[in-house]
């Protein structure tokens, strides 16, 4: 007999069993539903709401539970609807009347956002945990390519030339605000919202802060409207997740471009890459495409969280229950991301020579050649026009600008002299753009330490 059935007179019809359940999705927040009900019966026995002896005895069966479920020796049964129900179905079931005190001063619906929460909020930990590894491997794959000079790019068109840490730099400064992101919303997740009732709070004299407290959440929810009937917590954290997708995805459109034949900028690993069934010669980059395609899937969480969320009255509405496979479709999806991509980075070749060849090959020392005639008090209009037609006359003749004998240079400008060789080389293309931020060896280095220095306070 179902928990609830006291003012029914007849059963529910199967298919509606069916349509009904959540458990086949939030089973998997089994831990945090039985951690929950243990910090609850706690404080029930500790506030004399039932007798202590039956809250040791239920929490001592709600950890044999816990044991059980963990040791696989569980099934969890549909006609239970969700896991809630389950867990303390199987509570009275070993220990009957007294497993029947657990729920007293409680509802699902603030059980549901407690255990919702809870599961978040180590989720939570896990994908900062790999956007942490993530920075490191781009960290170290920085150190070593402080000089790999390649093209920068603009329209997709080579622009001027910077370096491969450079490059790998900037996807460490959005991956670090993601991780700043997630920390934010953090705060806002780790409210503790039991006590709201089903919607109206309770009458009994229970001491929300020592649940508060025993969970380690870091404050109580204010209004039990809200604290049951808000999920803006996991909109936040699908949105926190899109972004992440959206770097992840431009990171992989790069991985791509570089793998192909006509960058060659990267080889990625076999164990990281597929071939074809048809051409023999085929290595795909499968990992970075599927970590492309699966940003759609992670958007359309969000959007459906949000159109599950937009039209509800207060407070809770069952429609809510669709909360949990969207979000937890996202965490699943950017953890297996996040663990692929990083592997695949940290396993992939670096073709130094191919990316400063395109680099050299794109006249990305145009700005600079304009830069040098600036220096010698030329206005940088004319300098752009005089290098223009440098640029146009080097395309005629299949040469670079660096390749101009200094006589050919100087019947497009007399302000020319033997100094401008060493003024367009790449190193000094590079190496010239010392601002903070710039990809100068020396201010990629002071961005690294920086990085270092962010990595080592937020792990505290
Ligand atoms: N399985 C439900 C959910 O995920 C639990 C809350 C049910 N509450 C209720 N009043 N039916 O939202």
């Given at each position: 007999m179902k928990l609830w059935a006291g003012r029914f007179s007849k059963e529910t019809d199967a298919m509606m069993d069916d349509f009904n359940a959540s458990i086949r999705f939030d089973s998997r927040m089994y831990r945090q539903d039985i951690l929950g009900s243990a910090a609850h019966v706690k404080m029930l026995g500790a506030c004399g709401i039932i007798p202590p002896a039956d809250a040791d005895l239920i929490r001592k069966t709600l950890f044999e539970i816990l044991e059980d479920i963990e040791q696989g020796r569980i099934e969890f049964d549909l006609s239970a609807e969700d896991i809630h129900m389950n867990i303390e179905t199987l509570l009275i079931e070993r220990i009957g009347q007294v497993g029947k005190k657990l729920h007293t001063g409680r509802s699902r619906n603030d059980q549901v956002a407690l255990d919702f929460r809870m599961y978040i909020r180590d989720e939570m930990k896990s994908i900062k945990a790999l956007l942490l590894e993530m920075e490191e491997t781009l960290i170290k794959l920085s150190e070593s390519n402080l000089h790999t000079i390649m093209p920068g790019y603009t329209h997709l068109q080579r622009a001027q030339p910077i370096t491969l840490a450079h490059h790998l730099m900037a996807y460490f400064q959005m991956f670090r605000r993601d991780i700043e992101r997630l920390d934010d919303c953090y705060k806002r997740v780790n409210i503790m919202p039991l006590g709201s009732g089903a919607l109206?709070?309770?009458?009994?004299?229970?001491?929300r802060m020592m649940v508060a407290e025993e969970l380690g959440f870091d404050g109580i929810t204010e209004n039990s409207l809200d604290g049951v009937s808000d999920r803006d917590f996991a909109l936040e954290l699908a949105s926190c997740l899109s972004i992440v997708m959206v770097h992840l995805s431009r990171f992989s459109e790069e991985i791509i471009l570089w793998s192909s034949s006509e960058f060659g900028f990267i080889e990625l690993d076999d164990a990281y890459s597929t071939g074809s069934s048809i051409m023999p010669q085929k290595k795909n980059p499968d990992a970075a495409e599927l970590v492309r395609g699966k940003s759609g899937r992670v958007f359309g969480d969000l959007m459906a969280l949000l159109t599950v969320m937009?039209?509800?009255?207060?407070?809770?509405?069952?429609?809510?229950?669709?909360?949990k496979e969207s979000l937890f479709d996202a965490i699943d999806t950017v953890k297996s991301c996040l663990g692929i991509f990083i592997r695949m980075l940290d396993t992939m070749k670096i073709n130094k020579a191919n990316m400063r060849d395109a680099a050299k090959g794109g006249f990305t020392n145009a700005t600079d050649l304009a830069d040098y005639l600036v220096r010698k008090g030329i206005p940088f209009r004319d300098c752009h026009e005089i290098v223009g037609k440098m640029v146009a006359y080097c395309i005629e003749k299949k040469?670079?600008?660096?390749?101009?004998?200094l006589e050919e240079m100087q019947k497009f400008?007399?302000?020319?002299?033997?100094d401008v060789y060493e003024s367009i080389s790449l190193e000094a293309c590079v190496n010239g753009r010392?601002?903070?931020?710039?990809?100068a060896a020396e201010s990629v280095r002071a961005a690294i330490e920086s990085g270092k220095a962010f990595l080592e306070e937020v792990k505290k």
């Open positions: 109206a709070a309770t009458t009994y004299p229970i001491n937009k039209g509800l009255p207060l407070a809770y509405n069952k429609d809510m229950q669709e909360d040469i670079g600008l660096e390749d101009m004998g400008s007399g302000c020319i002299g033997q010392k601002v903070p931020g710039g990809p």
